[in-house]
């Protein structure tokens, strides 16, 4: 009696270039298991699917069908959470906001730059929220409690708004050649945390901020370029936050 792998597999011969609206897809990845080898290695697989189908479902295909020890982070599937982070083709995007059609035939997938590989696709992000923790990427105010809700004008609102659409998925820090080279860059993404603050007119531990991020480690060690602004995945103006923060620290003007 076939297994259900084979009949899944089966299935799918029988429906490669017959089934009409459909493409076959080559996925090479970049593997690492530390239990198998201390070197990485290249795996890659041919699939049917839909042009409109996002790579996040072609991984899931080749993990449920094809190998099930492909190891990859993903959640909402919807660009939201974040966790799906990968280099695809040599660019820090979602898998779930890549479709087949814009990728194929072929597409290479690898993991993130600059973070420590655990297994195939999934990289330790410990270092990353280090950095993002430091920066004290919450609202501080010891003013006491007011009575009704903080209120803020629309141009005050507006003044950071841009910085309040991060997700903390290291597209922007890991696609950065300062940070690739020195681990002790607290990177743009921990930068662009700030800032949401820093312009905060509700907040009250801006300058504070502004000291962690005038360290040799901040914000300064940006080179300006744009490799950040290219990787995000919301379109957020990173490297103008970035400048941004610096102009703040040099004049003090938030």
């Excluded at 189908?53 to 899931?60: F, G, I, P, Q, S």
């Excluded at 005050?156 to 997700?167: A, E, P």
């Excluded at 290291?170 to 020195?182: I, L, N």
Aim: hydrophobic residues 35%; contains cysteine; charged residues 30%.
């Amino acid at each position: 009696m076939a297994t259900a792998a084979e009949t899944l597999n089966a299935s799918d011969d029988q429906r490669v270039g017959t089934k009409p609206g459909t493409m076959l897809l080559t996925v090479r990845v970049r593997r690492f298991n530390p239990e198998v080898s201390q070197d990485s290695w290249w795996d890659e697989w041919t699939v049917q699917c839909e042009p409109l189908e996002r790579l996040v479902e072609v991984l899931h295909q080749i993990k449920w069908r094809h190998d099930g020890t492909l190891s990859f982070r993903r959640s909402c599937a919807h660009g939201i959470c974040g966790s799906d982070a990968m280099l695809i083709n040599g660019r820090n995007q979602l898998a779930c906001k890549v479709l087949a059609e814009d990728v194929g035939p072929k597409v290479t997938i690898e993991p993130i730059r600059g973070l420590p590989v655990l297994k195939d696709l999934i990289v330790d992000m410990d270092p990353f929220m280090d950095e993002y923790r430091g920066v004290l990427p919450f609202l501080i105010n010891d003013s006491g409690e007011p009575d009704k809700e903080r209120r803020q004008s629309q141009e005050d609102r507006h003044r950071y708004d841009d910085t309040t659409k991060c997700i903390l998925c290291a597209c922007c820090t890991t696609s950065c050649p300062v940070f690739w080279g020195d681990g002790g860059y607290v990177g743009p993404a921990a930068i662009v945390n700030a800032h949401r603050f820093i312009f905060d007119s509700r907040d009250e531990a801006g300058r504070e901020r502004m000291k962690i991020l005038s360290e040799k480690t901040g914000v300064f060690r940006c080179r300006t370029t744009f490799n950040c602004t290219d990787a995000c995945p919301r379109g957020i103006q990173v490297t103008k936050a970035i400048q941004e923060v610096k102009r703040a620290i040099l004049f003090e003007r938030f």
